[in-house]
Protein backbone atom coordinates (compact mmCIF):
# COMPACT_ATOMS: atom_id res chain seq x y z
CA UNK A 1 0.00 0.00 0.00
CA UNK A 2 1.31 3.68 -1.11
CA UNK A 3 1.73 6.27 1.26
CA UNK A 4 -1.16 8.70 0.86
CA UNK A 5 -1.40 12.23 0.66
CA UNK A 6 -3.94 14.90 1.76
CA UNK A 7 -4.45 18.46 1.56
CA UNK A 8 -3.77 20.42 4.65
CA UNK A 9 -6.94 23.07 5.32
CA UNK A 10 -7.25 25.03 8.41
CA UNK A 11 -10.42 24.87 11.10
CA UNK A 12 -11.15 28.09 13.36
CA UNK A 13 -11.16 27.63 16.81
CA UNK A 14 -11.91 30.98 18.21
CA UNK A 15 -9.62 33.31 16.22
CA UNK A 16 -7.15 30.99 15.84
CA UNK A 17 -6.11 28.74 12.51
CA UNK A 18 -5.55 24.87 12.98
CA UNK A 19 -4.11 23.25 10.25
CA UNK A 20 -5.79 19.27 9.80
CA UNK A 21 -5.33 16.94 6.90
CA UNK A 22 -7.84 14.40 6.12
CA UNK A 23 -7.01 11.04 4.72
CA UNK A 24 -9.09 8.03 4.17
CA UNK A 25 -12.77 7.10 3.65
CA UNK A 26 -13.73 4.71 6.08
CA UNK A 27 -16.94 4.00 8.18
CA UNK A 28 -15.98 5.85 10.96
CA UNK A 29 -13.90 8.90 11.64
CA UNK A 30 -10.21 8.46 13.93
CA UNK A 31 -8.97 11.59 15.07
CA UNK A 32 -4.95 11.12 15.92
CA UNK A 33 -4.14 13.44 18.58
CA UNK A 34 -0.32 14.23 18.38
CA UNK A 35 2.05 14.59 21.25
CA UNK A 36 3.11 18.21 22.45
CA UNK A 37 4.78 18.43 18.88
CA UNK A 38 4.06 17.68 15.10
CA UNK A 39 4.00 18.79 11.50
CA UNK A 40 0.81 17.41 9.23
CA UNK A 41 2.94 17.75 6.39
CA UNK A 42 6.71 17.05 6.84
CA UNK A 43 5.36 13.95 8.53
CA UNK A 44 4.97 12.56 5.34
CA UNK A 45 8.20 12.82 4.64
CA UNK A 46 9.68 10.21 6.71
CA UNK A 47 8.36 6.93 5.08
CA UNK A 48 8.22 4.60 8.45
CA UNK A 49 5.57 7.74 9.83
CA UNK A 50 3.85 7.85 6.40
CA UNK A 51 2.64 3.74 5.99
CA UNK A 52 1.80 4.22 9.85
CA UNK A 53 -0.55 6.55 8.70
CA UNK A 54 -1.80 5.56 5.75
CA UNK A 55 -2.83 2.01 7.64
CA UNK A 56 -4.57 3.92 9.93
CA UNK A 57 -6.60 5.56 6.94
CA UNK A 58 -6.38 2.21 5.34
CA UNK A 59 -9.89 1.16 8.16
CA UNK A 60 -10.80 4.66 9.15
CA UNK A 61 -11.26 8.80 7.97
CA UNK A 62 -8.23 9.74 9.79
CA UNK A 63 -8.33 13.31 10.50
CA UNK A 64 -4.97 15.08 11.90
CA UNK A 65 -4.29 17.98 12.57
CA UNK A 66 -1.47 20.60 14.52
CA UNK A 67 -2.29 22.03 17.52
CA UNK A 68 -2.10 25.75 18.03
CA UNK A 69 0.95 27.10 18.75
CA UNK A 70 2.80 23.85 16.56
CA UNK A 71 3.50 22.86 13.65
CA UNK A 72 0.80 24.86 10.38
CA UNK A 73 -1.29 26.03 13.03
CA UNK A 74 -1.23 29.77 14.40
CA UNK A 75 2.13 30.39 15.93
CA UNK A 76 1.10 31.55 19.68
CA UNK A 77 3.40 33.99 21.50
CA UNK A 78 3.00 31.85 24.23
CA UNK A 79 1.82 28.23 25.34
CA UNK A 80 -1.46 27.94 25.06
CA UNK A 81 -3.82 26.87 27.77
CA UNK A 82 -4.83 22.96 28.10
CA UNK A 83 -8.18 23.82 27.52
CA UNK A 84 -7.22 25.38 24.67
CA UNK A 85 -5.01 22.74 23.28
CA UNK A 86 -8.10 20.12 24.35
CA UNK A 87 -10.57 22.14 21.95
CA UNK A 88 -8.92 22.23 18.82
CA UNK A 89 -10.26 18.92 18.52
CA UNK A 90 -13.60 20.24 18.55
CA UNK A 91 -12.55 22.46 16.44
CA UNK A 92 -11.55 19.65 13.78
CA UNK A 93 -14.25 17.85 14.33
CA UNK A 94 -16.37 20.78 13.57
CA UNK A 95 -14.74 21.76 10.25
CA UNK A 96 -14.43 18.11 8.98
CA UNK A 97 -18.17 17.51 10.05
CA UNK A 98 -17.49 14.83 12.48
CA UNK A 99 -20.43 14.71 14.90
CA UNK A 100 -18.61 11.37 16.60
CA UNK A 101 -15.02 10.08 16.44
CA UNK A 102 -12.83 7.52 17.62
CA UNK A 103 -9.71 9.50 19.23
CA UNK A 104 -6.09 8.29 18.85
CA UNK A 105 -4.12 10.15 21.64
CA UNK A 106 -0.82 9.49 21.80
CA UNK A 107 1.97 10.93 24.66
CA UNK A 108 0.42 14.45 25.57
CA UNK A 109 -2.45 13.91 22.80
CA UNK A 110 -4.01 11.39 25.17
CA UNK A 111 -4.04 13.55 27.83
CA UNK A 112 -6.08 15.90 25.49
CA UNK A 113 -8.20 12.96 24.02
CA UNK A 114 -8.75 12.31 28.08
CA UNK A 115 -10.61 15.67 28.23
CA UNK A 116 -12.37 16.14 25.60
CA UNK A 117 -13.96 12.61 25.95
CA UNK A 118 -14.79 13.97 29.81
CA UNK A 119 -16.12 17.15 28.34
CA UNK A 120 -17.82 16.11 25.18
CA UNK A 121 -18.91 12.17 25.86
CA UNK A 122 -21.53 12.14 23.10
CA UNK A 123 -18.78 12.86 20.81
CA UNK A 124 -16.60 10.06 21.17
CA UNK A 125 -16.80 7.11 20.05
CA UNK A 126 -14.30 5.33 21.65
CA UNK A 127 -10.65 6.46 22.80
CA UNK A 128 -7.49 5.01 22.73
CA UNK A 129 -4.27 6.23 24.48
CA UNK A 130 -0.94 5.36 23.24
CA UNK A 131 2.43 6.00 25.63
CA UNK A 132 0.32 8.49 27.77
CA UNK A 133 -0.35 9.60 31.17
CA UNK A 134 -2.75 10.62 33.54
CA UNK A 135 0.15 12.99 35.68
CA UNK A 136 3.16 13.65 33.42
CA UNK A 137 5.87 14.28 36.64
CA UNK A 138 6.51 12.13 39.84
CA UNK A 139 4.89 12.78 42.88
CA UNK A 140 4.95 11.95 46.70
CA UNK A 141 1.59 9.15 45.74
CA UNK A 142 3.12 8.82 41.81
CA UNK A 143 6.69 7.46 41.69
CA UNK A 144 6.72 7.47 37.72
CA UNK A 145 8.17 10.62 35.67
CA UNK A 146 10.89 13.05 36.57
CA UNK A 147 11.29 14.81 39.56
CA UNK A 148 10.61 18.71 38.55
CA UNK A 149 14.13 19.83 39.07
CA UNK A 150 15.40 17.18 37.10
CA UNK A 151 13.02 18.24 34.19
CA UNK A 152 14.34 21.76 34.50
CA UNK A 153 17.73 20.58 34.21
CA UNK A 154 16.87 18.98 30.99
CA UNK A 155 14.81 22.08 29.96
CA UNK A 156 17.99 24.22 30.28
CA UNK A 157 19.42 22.49 27.68
CA UNK A 158 16.89 22.57 24.89
CA UNK A 159 17.95 25.74 23.14
CA UNK A 160 21.50 24.23 22.12
CA UNK A 161 20.29 20.69 21.50
CA UNK A 162 17.32 21.68 19.53
CA UNK A 163 19.19 22.38 16.34
CA UNK A 164 20.32 19.09 16.12
CA UNK A 165 17.31 16.81 17.47
CA UNK A 166 20.06 15.42 20.47
CA UNK A 167 17.83 16.98 22.70
CA UNK A 168 15.49 13.74 22.13
CA UNK A 169 18.20 11.33 21.12
CA UNK A 170 20.56 11.51 24.13
CA UNK A 171 17.72 10.09 26.81
CA UNK A 172 16.05 8.15 24.05
CA UNK A 173 18.50 6.09 22.16
CA UNK A 174 16.63 3.99 19.76
CA UNK A 175 17.72 0.74 17.72
CA UNK A 176 15.39 1.47 15.02
CA UNK A 177 16.84 5.23 14.84
CA UNK A 178 19.06 5.07 11.86
CA UNK A 179 21.01 8.74 10.61
CA UNK A 180 18.53 9.56 7.92
CA UNK A 181 15.83 9.22 10.55
CA UNK A 182 17.82 11.43 13.11
CA UNK A 183 18.31 14.46 10.74
CA UNK A 184 14.56 13.99 9.55
CA UNK A 185 13.64 14.13 13.31
CA UNK A 186 15.89 17.55 14.16
CA UNK A 187 13.92 18.68 10.97
CA UNK A 188 10.63 17.85 12.10
CA UNK A 189 11.50 19.64 15.94
CA UNK A 190 12.93 22.91 14.26
CA UNK A 191 9.89 23.10 11.84
CA UNK A 192 7.16 22.07 14.72
CA UNK A 193 7.94 24.16 17.01
CA UNK A 194 10.38 26.83 18.69
CA UNK A 195 12.58 26.38 21.42
CA UNK A 196 11.19 28.45 23.58
CA UNK A 197 6.99 27.23 22.55
CA UNK A 198 8.10 23.75 23.32
CA UNK A 199 9.86 24.28 26.34
CA UNK A 200 6.98 26.06 27.74
CA UNK A 201 4.04 23.19 26.83
CA UNK A 202 6.72 20.55 28.51
CA UNK A 203 6.04 23.24 31.53
CA UNK A 204 2.68 23.03 31.15
CA UNK A 205 2.19 19.60 31.08
CA UNK A 206 4.30 19.55 34.44
CA UNK A 207 1.22 20.81 35.71
CA UNK A 208 -1.34 18.22 34.94
CA UNK A 209 -3.09 15.85 37.02
CA UNK A 210 -6.15 14.46 35.60
CA UNK A 211 -6.12 11.63 38.41
CA UNK A 212 -9.32 12.66 40.00
CA UNK A 213 -11.10 12.45 37.04
CA UNK A 214 -10.33 8.58 35.16
CA UNK A 215 -13.37 7.58 37.28
CA UNK A 216 -15.66 9.36 35.36
CA UNK A 217 -14.77 7.93 31.87
CA UNK A 218 -17.89 6.62 30.54
CA UNK A 219 -16.48 5.44 26.70
CA UNK A 220 -14.44 2.88 25.29
CA UNK A 221 -10.94 2.61 25.89
CA UNK A 222 -7.93 1.39 24.84
CA UNK A 223 -4.72 1.49 26.46
CA UNK A 224 -1.50 0.60 24.11
CA UNK A 225 2.37 1.31 25.84
CA UNK A 226 5.65 -0.58 24.77
CA UNK A 227 7.19 -2.03 27.62
CA UNK A 228 10.35 -0.66 28.03
CA UNK A 229 9.78 3.19 26.80
CA UNK A 230 12.27 5.38 27.89
CA UNK A 231 10.34 8.74 27.76
CA UNK A 232 6.78 7.68 28.97
CA UNK A 233 7.82 4.80 31.70
CA UNK A 234 5.23 2.20 31.78
CA UNK A 235 4.03 2.12 35.19
CA UNK A 236 1.85 5.34 33.33
CA UNK A 237 0.00 3.31 31.26
CA UNK A 238 -0.64 0.43 33.73
CA UNK A 239 -1.78 3.55 36.15
CA UNK A 240 -4.38 4.52 33.17
CA UNK A 241 -5.55 1.18 33.04
CA UNK A 242 -6.42 0.11 36.18
CA UNK A 243 -8.24 4.13 37.11
CA UNK A 244 -10.23 4.25 33.74
CA UNK A 245 -13.81 1.67 34.33
CA UNK A 246 -13.60 -1.51 31.96
CA UNK A 247 -10.08 -0.21 30.10
CA UNK A 248 -8.67 -2.66 28.16
CA UNK A 249 -4.80 -2.49 29.07
CA UNK A 250 -2.40 -4.14 25.68
CA UNK A 251 1.28 -3.90 26.83
CA UNK A 252 3.56 -4.34 23.75
CA UNK A 253 7.11 -5.00 23.47
CA UNK A 254 9.57 -2.76 22.54
CA UNK A 255 11.33 0.43 24.16
CA UNK A 256 10.32 3.03 21.22
CA UNK A 257 8.12 6.02 22.45
CA UNK A 258 7.75 7.20 18.68
CA UNK A 259 4.62 4.91 17.49
CA UNK A 260 6.06 4.78 13.93
CA UNK A 261 9.64 3.42 15.27
CA UNK A 262 9.86 -0.75 16.15
CA UNK A 263 6.79 -3.04 15.34
CA UNK A 264 3.93 -0.90 14.18
CA UNK A 265 1.53 -3.43 12.92
CA UNK A 266 1.21 -4.87 16.42
CA UNK A 267 -0.46 -1.18 17.01
CA UNK A 268 -2.39 -0.92 13.96
CA UNK A 269 -3.79 -4.29 14.37
CA UNK A 270 -4.72 -3.50 18.33
CA UNK A 271 -6.24 -0.27 17.28
CA UNK A 272 -8.50 -1.63 14.26
CA UNK A 273 -9.39 -4.69 16.31
CA UNK A 274 -10.63 -2.83 19.17
CA UNK A 275 -12.68 -0.02 16.96
CA UNK A 276 -14.02 -2.88 14.27
CA UNK A 277 -13.85 -5.65 16.29
CA UNK A 278 -11.58 -7.72 13.96
CA UNK A 279 -9.30 -6.86 11.51
CA UNK A 280 -11.65 -6.29 8.02
CA UNK A 281 -9.23 -4.45 5.93
CA UNK A 282 -9.84 -5.30 2.54
CA UNK A 283 -6.54 -7.01 1.12
CA UNK A 284 -6.54 -6.62 -2.33
CA UNK A 285 -3.37 -8.95 -2.95
CA UNK A 286 -2.45 -11.24 -5.78
CA UNK A 287 -0.19 -14.18 -5.19
CA UNK A 288 2.49 -13.04 -6.53
CA UNK A 289 4.27 -9.63 -6.93
CA UNK A 290 4.99 -6.42 -4.57
CA UNK A 291 1.12 -6.32 -3.88
CA UNK A 292 1.43 -9.75 -2.47
CA UNK A 293 3.48 -9.03 0.47
CA UNK A 294 2.28 -8.24 4.25
CA UNK A 295 3.45 -5.17 5.52
CA UNK A 296 6.24 -6.58 7.47
CA UNK A 297 7.47 -8.47 4.41
CA UNK A 298 7.56 -4.90 2.40
CA UNK A 299 9.46 -3.70 5.44
CA UNK A 300 12.21 -6.45 4.81
CA UNK A 301 12.14 -5.67 1.27
CA UNK A 302 12.67 -2.12 1.52
CA UNK A 303 15.61 -2.63 3.65
CA UNK A 304 17.18 -5.44 2.06
CA UNK A 305 16.85 -3.71 -1.02
CA UNK A 306 18.99 -0.80 0.49
CA UNK A 307 21.58 -3.49 1.22
CA UNK A 308 21.08 -3.98 5.39
CA UNK A 309 21.88 -7.60 6.79
CA UNK A 310 18.72 -9.65 8.13
CA UNK A 311 20.67 -8.38 11.62
CA UNK A 312 20.51 -5.24 10.97
CA UNK A 313 17.20 -5.53 9.50
CA UNK A 314 16.20 -7.40 12.88
CA UNK A 315 17.56 -4.97 15.31
CA UNK A 316 15.55 -2.02 13.52
CA UNK A 317 12.57 -4.12 13.30
CA UNK A 318 12.71 -5.79 16.86
CA UNK A 319 12.50 -8.92 15.21
CA UNK A 320 14.71 -12.07 15.71
CA UNK A 321 17.14 -12.58 12.70
CA UNK A 322 15.46 -16.19 12.57
CA UNK A 323 12.26 -14.29 12.19
CA UNK A 324 13.52 -12.19 9.21
CA UNK A 325 15.41 -14.94 7.07
CA UNK A 326 11.90 -16.50 7.44
CA UNK A 327 10.18 -12.91 5.57
CA UNK A 328 12.84 -12.71 3.18
CA UNK A 329 11.94 -16.22 1.57
CA UNK A 330 8.45 -15.50 1.26
CA UNK A 331 9.45 -12.24 -0.45
CA UNK A 332 11.78 -13.85 -2.93
CA UNK A 333 9.16 -16.44 -3.79
CA UNK A 334 6.71 -13.50 -4.25
CA UNK A 335 8.65 -11.39 -6.30
CA UNK A 336 10.51 -14.32 -8.00
CA UNK A 337 14.19 -13.03 -7.15
CA UNK A 338 16.50 -16.05 -6.29
CA UNK A 339 18.69 -13.87 -3.94
CA UNK A 340 19.33 -10.54 -2.21
CA UNK A 341 21.96 -9.10 -4.74
CA UNK A 342 18.63 -9.73 -7.39
CA UNK A 343 16.35 -8.04 -5.34
CA UNK A 344 18.77 -5.33 -4.83
CA UNK A 345 19.53 -5.06 -8.61
CA UNK A 346 15.65 -5.23 -9.28
CA UNK A 347 13.99 -3.45 -6.56
CA UNK A 348 12.80 -0.22 -8.82
CA UNK A 349 11.79 -2.98 -11.02
CA UNK A 350 9.53 -4.99 -8.75
CA UNK A 351 8.47 -2.10 -6.93
CA UNK A 352 10.40 -2.20 -3.38
Do not use: C
Not at 73 to 102: K, L, N, Y
Not at 226 to 240: K, S
Not at 258 to 276: C, H, K, M, N
Amino acid sequence: MGAMRAETKYAKSGDVSIAYQVVGDGPFDLVLVPGFLSHIELAWEEPRLARFLTELASFSRLIRFDKRGTGMSDPMPAAPSIAERMDDIRAVMDATGSQRAALFGTSEGGTLSLLFALAHPERTRALILYASWARRVAGPDYPWGPERAQLEVGLSRMDAAWANGEWWDRSNPSPNDDERHREWWARYLRTAASPMMARDVIRMNAEIDLRDRLSSMSVPTLILHRAGDTWIEVGHGRYLAENIPGAKYVELPGADHRAWLGDTDVIVSEVETFLLGRQQRPRRRSDLGASALSRRERQVAVMAARGQTAPEIARQLSLSARTVETHLSSIYTKLGVRSKSELIRRSRELGV
